[in-house]
């Protein structure tokens, strides 16, 4: 009887301690101080982020780990208006971590989230001292506050939206059903892969940020089509010089491929290392009302549908500007061919023709505008310069005060007289 006892004995301690850890865990979900770990979890994110934030609820998780409800990140000492909201956040975080002081998560998984990225009227982020690189401080204090983010951390995002709002362009872009994951490499390496729906268009973006070494280093690439033009896309001007001066909502389809690659925290090392290319395509796009499309109306009769064009561009980023030498719109029977830049302040100066119309010129008309000293081309010929809010059109050929020199010659008359013939002759090389 006694041998059986040691050997119910013998058994039930190797049980017991198999079962013990389940039990007690099961125990600390049912009492733990979850008010205590929320304190800490708050005042954690607060120091490693230097914001306020806001916690609704925590839970300790049956199979391990905490998950955080109604998390808001804002402006420091104000959560009113947060930059970050997440509607449940799950952490690979267990509460002997928390009672031993320590806060290094290795996963984490938010669901529902709305992230806003963005860019005030002075060129300033609201989120730049997040990544930005203290050299100086980190070489001369390791203990200070650790704010670019975990060495090894793995992160997955779900059914989120990210707001991208760029004050001094006057551009607003909003992403739903955002999915993906970032991951951070090492100390100060992050990769990130996402994907999801702008305006009614599937998009996809890739990333790499690294911050080891003097200067932060960066590398993207955006992808997305079938995406609904709408008002808050003025950043397009910077691409599109054909949009800069418009005025009302755009309306049509935008199709987009851009890879960038730069360095430096600051407008001014970022505008000079900035690199990339692209391609853009608009079709259909609303050109109605844009400058450009005003003043071609007086070169040729246009139709209403005319109106209704197509732009097709391929263009590369340096030395502080956005540059195409091949940028196509096609307007009704309009063939037009742009070249020329934009620089990062908004500033632009493109070449506008008409494209293969002088070829079509009557071998005998072609003989008369010789012998009036008139190059071809300049008939066809259009300059854009200005900014993206105001733009200014004009002719080779033009003199400050808006005359030609021929019209300086010609009498008020006689002007007008050439004047309409000018444009029926136009409007027959159109045809």
Known sequence: MRHRRFCWLGLMIPLGVLLAPPF???????VAPTNWARSHVIAKLERSSGRSVQLDDLDVCLDGGIELTGLKIGAPRSVGDPWLEAKRIQIDVSLWQLLWGKFEPTNLQADEATLRVLRRKDGSFELADLVRFDGDRTATSSAAPHRCGPSKLKTKVRQTRILLIDQPSQTQLTFDEVEGEGIWEREGAFVATLSGRLNQGPFEFTAHLDRCGGQP??????????????????MLRYLVPVLAGARGQLQGRMTMDVYLRGRGECRKVLGKSLVGNGSLVLDPIELNGTPLMT??????ELSSTDNLASIRSDFVVQDGRIKTDHLTLTAGRIPVAISGWTDFDGRLD????????????????RKFISGLDLDLNSLTSLRLRGNVDRVVITAPGTAAEGRSSLEQIIGPEDRERFKILGRQFRDKLMR
């Open 350 to 365: 493109y070449q506008v023709k008409l494209d293969g119309v002088a070829d079509r010129i009557p071998d005998r008309a």
């Open 217 to 234: 280093n960066f590398e993207g690439q955006f992808r997305t089509s079938d995406v609904v033009l709408d008002q808050g896309m003025s």
């Open 24 to 30: 007690l865990w099961v125990l600390i979900v049912l």
């Open 295 to 300: 003043e071609l109306a007086k070169l040729a």
